[in-house]
């Protein structure tokens, strides 16, 4: 069945109260192909009966979760910038005054797709502090062997680095490999990639000093998004910080976490002795 | 696999242009193109590597690459595929009635799109002149040549070799 | 916000005018560098210019860097939009002092990724 007209404008109302983003007439199919996952991981097989259902019977939850399948953009680079501005101008300096002057910080880009968070990041600290990028390794971890088979590799599409790549970046820091761009060797060799299911028990790792978890509590119901941030936690420094997507909170799921404003920016810290 | 040797015959670069059959694989020129496709026709819009056979009508456009190599890239396919691309290029901007000159200017912009990335993986640095539409310029036999179905719908681009044919004609 | 398109194929013109309109900018086209040109030197000077590379009468990177001769403009803004795309071209262009650099094929994604990133995205973003 396919989107009715009485459900995409209930869709529609619902994201702009709720983020102030504007969806147009002729959407539809961002709708559909947005809220599919969702409507399947609830046992319902089509996107207007799952919307229908929700209308009748509103629920926060729901409601919640159609707004971050909206809002959330696929990982491109800088294109959500303030963690990433939030890293170089607050994180990185406290961590580094926190810590010995030879001690390793360690950073994990959980659900890392095909990689771009991870480069995102080497990027961003050799470009804006070289003196630190010794002492800096970075995790990057996927469920699925093809993303990380592709973090590795560094080999990102033209469509790809189009996407919320700054040009400078894109040139100062890749080479062309036929039709596709390579990231320098000297990031590749500060990220670490390997396989890790965030819904199982984790992988001995970390400890973490910071973490970027963003836009993938989104896809797990309330209790696994409580088990894996218990789980984050257990693998973060007590003094780490955990960005989550912009669309995202621990507030309402584990309250183990004080979330603190960096810049334009929110960061979630461990609270101490929960 | 047997085993080259240098046989001590050797040639100056300038005396054989390099072929374009040895510095782009179909496989590239495909995805160059499905690139353009899903990027400017749409995100589901896909290329099915199969010779299709062109019609009476087909129209081509192409742009030259000046280098190390030298040639063309050309587009060709049906008017009416041409009038098809068009109008989706344009989407909702598509005017009511697609004028002859917007399917000249659409066919010959992505002939433009393919070119420079195709011109990317070439030896360069190299320019890119400006598209060209017409009647397809023979193909010599310095020539890579990929027939894709779109829609159902034949087209082919050929990466031409200077060395092969004049191009002028 | 306004916007000046610079591609001598008209289609393009109406495909990035139409992404900018969306988004709110107030556009005006132009088919090649010496035609933008005329553009501003008639007073009306945006904070964005999208242009193409390769162009008739004047191409791109003498656009580029006729605007950057005049310090009356330096408010404009230039995201280069071509299908030039080997490493050593991005980088003249960046020299010459576009701020941004798009690739064609680009989607309208694309174009909002490297607005946001330019600061030049309308606080209200439309889908």
Request: proline share 12%.
């Given at each position: 069945m396919t989107l009715t007209a009485t459900s995409f404008d209930w869709v529609r109302a619902l994201v702009h109260r709720e983020s102030a983003i504007v969806l147009q007439p002729g959407k539809e199919y961002l709708v559909e192909a947005r809220l599919l996952p969702i409507a399947r991981q609830r046992g319902i097989a089509d996107v207007s009966t799952f919307v229908e259902s929700v209308r009748s019977r509103p629920d926060t939850d729901s409601m919640r979760c159609i707004v971050e399948a909206l809002t959330t953009n696929e990982?491109?680079?800088?294109?959500?910038?303030d963690p990433f501005t939030a890293l170089t101008s607050t994180v990185m300096p406290a961590l580094l005054a926190a810590r010995g002057p030879n001690e390793r910080l360690q950073i994990w880009s959980a659900?890392?797709?095909?990689?771009q968070e991870a480069y995102t990041i080497a990027m961003l600290l050799v470009d804006s502090m070289p003196s630190a990028t010794t002492r800096v390794s970075i995790t990057a971890t996927d469920l699925s062997r093809e993303m990380v088979a592709r973090t590795k590799a560094g080999r990102f599409s033209q469509l790809e680095v189009n996407r919320g790549l700054p040009a400078p970046m894109l040139v100062r820091h890749f080479t062309r490999a036929g039709n596709e761009w390579e990231v320098a060797p000297a990031l590749r060799r500060m990220v670490t990639a390997t396989e890790c299911n965030?819904?199982?028990?984790?992988?001995?790792?970390?400890?973490?000093?910071v973490v970027y978890l963003r836009n993938?509590?989104?896809?797990?119901d309330l209790p696994t998004k409580q088990v894996i941030l218990r789980r984050v936690r257990e693998l973060m420094r007590p003094d780490g910080w955990l960005f989550l997507g912009a669309?995202?909170?621990?507030l309402g799921v584990d309250d183990s976490w004080e979330r603190v404003v960096v810049g334009r920016s929110s960061a979630y810290r461990p609270i101490k002795g929960k | 696999m047997t085993e080259l040797h240098d046989t001590g015959e050797r040639r100056r670069t300038s005396d054989t242009p390099p072929s374009i059959t040895d510095l782009i694989d179909e496989e590239t020129v495909r995805s160059i193109v499905q690139e353009a496709w899903s990027a400017l026709?749409?995100?589901?819009?896909l290329l099915v590597p199969l010779p299709g056979g062109l019609p009476e009508n087909a129209v081509s456009s192409w742009v030259h690459v000046a280098g190390p190599w030298n040639g063309i890239v050309v587009l060709t396919c049906g008017r009416s595929t041409a009038e098809q691309l068009s109008r989706e290029l344009l989407k909702?901007?598509?005017?009511p009635v697609i004028e002859d000159e917007d399917i000249e200017d659409a066919l010959g912009e992505l002939a433009n799109v393919v070119g420079g990335n195709v011109k990317a993986v070439l030896p360069g640095p190299s320019a890119l002149g400006l598209p060209e539409v017409g009647s397809a310029p023979v193909a010599g036999s310095d020539t890579r040549r990929v027939d894709l179905l779109w829609r159902g719908q034949s087209l082919t681009i050929s990466v031409q070799g200077s060395a092969g044919a004049p191009l002028d004609q | 916000m306004r916007a000046l398109v610079i591609d001598d194929s008209r289609v393009m013109r109406r495909i990035v005018a139409g992404i900018l309109e969306d988004l709110g900018y107030e556009v005006q086209q132009a088919g090649h560098g010496r035609e933008g040109l005329d553009v501003l030197n008639g007073g009306?000077?945006?904070?964005l210019a999208c242009v193409d590379w390769?162009?008739?009468?004047?191409?791109g990177l003498q656009f580029v860097s006729a605007v950057r001769s005049n310090?009356?403009?330096?408010q404009v803004t230039i995201m280069m939009v071509t299908s030039e795309s080997e490493h050593g071209q991005i980088v003249r262009a960046l020299a010459a002092g576009a701020h941004e650099y798009v690739i064609k094929p680009f989607t309208a994604d694309a174009i909002r990724d490297k607005l946001a990133l330019l600061g030049l995205l309308p606080e209200e973003v439309v889908l």
């Open positions: 990982t491109s680079w800088f294109r959500d910038g659900a890392c797709s095909s990689g965030l819904a199982a028990p984790l992988p001995r790792m970390g400890p973490f000093d993938v509590l989104i896809y797990f669309a995202e909170t621990t | 026709i749409g995100e589901d819009e909702e901007h598509a005017p | 009306w000077v945006p904070e390769n162009m008739p009468v004047m191409d310090p009356a403009w330096r």
